[in-house]
Every structure is written in structure tokens, then in C-alpha cells.
């Protein structure tokens, strides 16, 4: 899609001045040694902020995020070239356990809770890396946060609500202590109030718990509402990148993601669809 | 009725003793999803190891089974480090066949290392039996049952009170995840694997002590499979209340039919058992369901 023209901006943004707490540095992901899936990415994550990764299905974010994390390796996808750096110390050839150590923990995509678990079992598996010492406390964290976790603490995951699932999620992640976290799409199939919601304690764990958020997500009004900084990703490159209320008023970005057209009006669903369309099959 | 009494406490002492051997099983399958049909055979490489030990006369019992379940333990962590892991995302059924294998290869050097005749493995726990309201009980059969149930206690408690025992639930239930959480899944891996192996040494003790120790001695692996079926592959309760059933059945088919028949009736009574139940509940009594949400 040659509509969204900037190119991808590796020098100084308004991120990148302020201290980066995680800096990715031009990395190249490829799976089973032959498929080429992010080919040169770069971005930062400020100490303390909301950095938004969007773009549509497949066009990496996901696969950016495994590549932070570690989770990647167990895919049988490696980062060949460029670096990943979380505070100053390369972190892209550590397994996910470790990485959990050096304090990032990721949120995946559908959520994933252990559904045998019960709730609160599930956020003691959170606390896993943090041997013990400080459990109490930091489920009454997590319970301040998540009230509804607390009432359902003692039911099976896999039989709580979806949007309890995503909380759980989260809250399990808190648990560690991360100094980061990501999050894979929070918002997927849940109803917009629950998204709402969501992303409203998210804004509030990043202030009160000073934990750095790098959110992949499709919903892109959503996530430019809470970020400081978004990126977008298309086809496994950053395409864009900028304020976040710079992408929001970006013409093609409305266009392509926010489902605008140029005066600011919602597009009626048959233009949708007729994009949609086109885009299957041309690109 | 007292011909009921004894096939009905006998059964259920004996499930016990299933139940131990099944434990080893259930945890194994439960943190990694491998079937190990080389339970039985770490069973009886546990009691050989305790058999010669004792035979030598270097030590006495009480430092014997500590002995014994260390070596277990590190046997565990070896056959995982250089068995299993090497076969981590490849098919289940290459995973089943290399235990298969395995049980052969224990067996075969079991006979190697240690001749094939068999051996006593004595314990100081009285022979003659007691007898209560009529009903005859070997001292062994109640050891073995306060072992098994001690031990179960002490998994139950650790799968839920633990920290590396909630880990290896988690895992379990879904690797990634557990791995986003800080979660060393191969470090749990082995150690699922080392706690087989204590369980197997508790159960080589007992076995042991009661049918004596030679290479037939793997075949109580065997049992392991309708009562883990019964009570479902990943259950620890399942595989107490599996072993019972099992124990009960199979003892009291053994006491009411053997007579008509000529013997032998205990050795399949279990299994049509188990494909009874297979039939009405697949995931066996206590088994864990697949949630799935709509």
C-alpha cells in the first residue's frame, strides 16, 4: 500500500529524546530459516510511556512483540540481524524466562490464562519469577485494579468471561513486576465498554505503577486515545511513525485504519466492505 | 460375608499400591504430555536398586531409601535431559515408541547389570498377617497404604500449595503462556521427570518387598493403565480412585469367578473395565475436560 508514504523515521523522534527504556534497533525476524517477516524494524519505548503499534493482520506486530519477548525463539523464528536492547542490555538472544527476569512480561494475543487454574492460581503463576516473598501484597494489588478478579478468585479461568480473562491476563502480568509490558491485542473480541475499561486501567497502571506499555493493536482509535506515541506496521516494515495525535489526524491512517473518510465522517459499512474487498484481492 | 469383607479390604489395600505406581505416571503426563510406558520399568529398576543395595549389607534400610530416591531422582533428570528432550515438538506417537523403548532398554540392563534370577528385598514389616474381625491382612498391604496415601497427601498439597507445583500445572495447561510468565518450562520438565522418579522408588520399595525382584516385575506398569483411564491421565485423585477401583475389582472378580473359570480372572477383569468406562466417560473419572467456550 504506497498510500502511506512516510518513511520509516530512525532517527530522534519525540520518543526517542526521552531516557528509551527499550530500544529495537533494525531487526530482522525470520521463521524456519527461510521466511523473511520483519525486515527492519525499529522503535522505543520511552521509561513510563504508552507506545502503540498498529497495523492490520499480518503485518508483523505480533511478531514483534514474540521477538521482544523471547517467545519468538520457540516458534522456530530468530532475529538474524539488529538488536534489541531493554535498558541498555541486549536481550534478543534470551530465552522468555529471562526476559521475564530483566522485566518484561507479555500480555499474548487471546489472552491465554491457564483455563484449568483458578483465577487466583493463575495470578500466582504471575508471581512465579518473584520467588515468593511479597505474594499478599501484590494480589491485593491486582485485586485493587481488578475488583472482578477478586469476586471470581476462586473459579476456573476457563469458565470466567472473556473480558475477565483479558484482566486476568493483565493482572497475571503485573504480578512480575515488569518495568514493560506488551500487550497483544487486549481489545480482541471484547464489547466496547469492556475495551473501554480495559484500556482505562492500563492508563492507570502505567501512571500509578510506572509500567511502560507497548500495545499491538487493531483498534486504532482506541489505542492513539491512550498512547503518547504510535507506529504503524505494514507488511513487516514501520511505515509511520509519530505523536499519536499526529497519526490520528494522519489523512491516509483515517483512511486505512480508523475507517474515516477526509471530512471526518464515518464511512458508510458498504464503502468499508468495497475496500475490504479490493484490498483482498490486490494486495 | 466375611469371604466379602477380606476380597473387599485386600482389594482396596492393593488399589493403594496401583494407585502409587500411577502417581509417577499421572505426573508425567500431567506437566508434559508424554505417556510413559516406562513407569513400570523405573518401578522395578527402583526395587533392584534397593535389593542389591540391602543385599550388599553396607547399609540399613533407613539409609538405604534415602540412597534410593536420590538415585531415582538423578535417573529421572537423565533420561529427560537425554531422552525427552531432544524429542520436544516432535509427534506423540514418536514420544510413546521411545518410551516403549525405553522400557526395554531398562529391562535389558536390569538383567545385565544385575542377573536375572530373583531377589528378596526385605523389609522389617511383620509377615504374619493380622487379623481383624475375621478378616486376614498382610502388614505389607497396610505399609504400603500408608505410604501410598502419605505420598499422595504430599503431591496433592504440592500441586496446589506450591510454587513450582502451580508452575507445573501451568504448564500443562498451556507452555507459552507459562513461558510469558517467567516460567523455566524445561526446568519443569525434569522436574516432573525426578518426581516420577521418587514415586517409583517408593513403589519399587513396596512391590518389591511383595512379589520379590526380577525383571517380571516391571509388568505392575501394566495395571497402570485402566487405573489411570479410569480416573483420568492427568489426575492425582483420579489415580487413587482409579487404583481402588481397580484394586477392588480385580480382588473380588479374582475371589467370586477364579473358581468357575481356573484363575487368571484378575488379570483382564481391569481392563474390560477400563473399556467400559472409556465408553461412557474418555477423559476417565477425574480427567480434565476441554473447556471450550462458544
Known amino acids: ?283 | 460375608m466375611e469371604f466379602f469383607f477380606d476380597l473387599t479390604v485386600n482389594g482396596l489395600l492393593v488399589g493403594l499400591m496401583y494407585a502409587l505406581v500411577a502417581v509417577g505416571f499421572v505426573l508425567i503426563y500431567k506437566a508434559t504430555s508424554v505417556i510413559n510406558f516406562a513407569q513400570g520399568d523405573l518401578v522395578m529398576f527402583a526395587a533392584y536398586g534397593a535389593a542389591v543395595m540391602l543385599g550388599l549389607g553396607w547399609m540399613p534400610l533407613w539409609a538405604v531409601i534415602p540412597v534410593l530416591a536420590t538415585g531415582m531422582v538423578a535417573l529421572g533428570f537423565v533420561l529427560e535431559r537425554g531422552i525427552l528432550r531432544p524429542l520436544i515438538g516432535q509427534p506423540v506417537i514418536s514420544v510413546i515408541m521411545v518410551t516403549i523403548g525405553l522400557a526395554f532398554v531398562l529391562q535389558g540392563l536390569a538383567a545385565i547389570l544385575w542377573k536375572a534370577g530373583t531377589r528378596e528385598l526385605p523389609l522389617p514389616v511383620r509377615v504374619e498377617p493380622y487379623v481383624v474381625g475375621g478378616v486376614f491382612i498382610s502388614p505389607i498391604n497396610v505399609v504400603a497404604a500408608v505410604t501410598a496415601i502419605l505420598s499422595l497427601v504430599a503431591f496433592g498439597l504440592f500441586f496446589t500449595r506450591s510454587r513450582f507445583g502451580i508452575a507445573m500445572r501451568a504448564v500443562a495447561d498451556d507452555q507459552q503462556a507459562s513461558m510469558t510468565v517467567g516460567i523455566n518450562v524445561r526446568r519443569v520438565f525434569a522436574l516432573s521427570w525426578a518426581i516420577a522418579g521418587i514415586a517409583a522408588a517408593a513403589g519399587g520399595l513396596i512391590w518389591g518387598n511383595m512379589l520379590g525382584v526380577d525383571t517380571f516385575l516391571a509388568l505392575v506398569g501394566l495395571k497402570v493403565f485402566p487405573v489411570v483411564i479410569l480416573g483420568g491421565l492427568d489426575s492425582i485423585l483420579g489415580a487413587i480412585v482409579g487404583g481402588l477401583i481397580v484394586g477392588l475389582v480385580e480382588s473380588i472378580a479374582a475371589g467370586y469367578l477364579d473358581p468357575y473359570v481356573g484363575g487368571g480372572t484378575k488379570d483382564f477383569v481391569p481392563y474390560v473395565l477400563m473399556i467400559l468406562v472409556l465408553f461412557v466417560r474418555p477423559h476417565g473419572f477425574f480427567g480434565r475436560e476441554i473447556i471450550e467456550r462458544v
Not at chain 1, 520511552?46 to 497495523?55: M, Y
Not at chain 1, 525463539?73 to 522468555?96: L, M, S
Not at chain 1, 482506541?222 to 504510535?230: C, E, N
Not at chain 1, 458508510?268 to 475490504?276: E, L
Request: hydrophobic content about 40%; proline content about 3%; charged content about 25%.
Open chain 1, 1 to 283: 500500500m504506497s498510500a502511506v508514504s512516510a518513511a520509516p523515521d530512525r532517527t530522534d523522534t519525540r520518543a526517542g529524546t526521552a531516557r528509551a527504556l527499550l530500544s529495537v534497533n533494525n531487526i530482522e525476524v525470520i521463521y524456519d530459516h527461510v521466511i523473511l517477516v520483519l525486515k527492519g524494524v525499529s522503535l522505543k519505548v520511552p521509561e513510563g510511556g504508552i507506545v502503540a503499534l498498529l497495523g492490520a493482520n499480518g503485518a508483523g506486530k505480533s511478531t514483534t512483540l514474540k521477538a521482544i519477548s523471547g517467545l519468538l525463539r520457540t516458534e522456530r523464528g530468530d532475529v538474524t540481524k539488529g538488536a534489541i536492547e531493554f535498558r541498555g542490555e541486549p536481550i534478543h538472544r534470551r530465552n522468555p524466562n529471562e526476559v521475564v527476569r530483566h522485566g518484561i512480561v507479555q500480555v499474548m494475543e487471546g489472552r491465554h490464562v491457564f483455563e484449568h487454574l483458578t483465577v487466583e492460581e493463575n495470578l500466582l503463576t504471575g508471581a512465579y519469577t518473584q520467588g515468593g516473598a511479597r505474594t499478599k501484597p501484590d494480589l491485593e494489588m491486582v485485586y485493587g485494579y481488578f475488583p472482578r478478579l477478586k469476586d471470581r478468585r476462586g473459579f476456573r479461568a476457563g469458565y470466567v468471561s472473556g473480558g475477565e480473562q483479558q484482566m486476568l491476563a493483565i493482572g497475571r502480568a503485573l504480578m512480575a513486576h515488569p518495568r514493560l509490558m506488551l500487550l497483544d491485542e487486549p481489545s480482541m473480541g471484547l464489547a466496547p465498554m469492556l475495551v473501554q475499561e480495559i484500556f482505562e486501567i492500563v492508563a492507570r497502571l502505567n501512571r500509578e505503577e510506572n509500567v511502560a506499555v507497548l500495545l499491538a493493536e487493531q483498534n486504532a482509535t482506541m489505542a492513539l486515545r491512550f498512547a503518547q506515541h504510535g507506529y504503524v506496521m505494514e507488511n513487516g516494515r514501520i511505515v509511520l511513525d509519530g505523536d499519536a495525535t499526529t497519526i490520528a489526524d494522519n489523512e491516509d491512517i483515517k483512511e486505512f485504519y480508523l475507517g474515516l473518510t477526509g471530512v471526518g465522517q464515518r464511512k458508510s459499512y458498504r464503502d468499508v466492505k468495497h475496500y475490504k474487498r479490493r484490498k483482498r484481492w490486490l494486495s
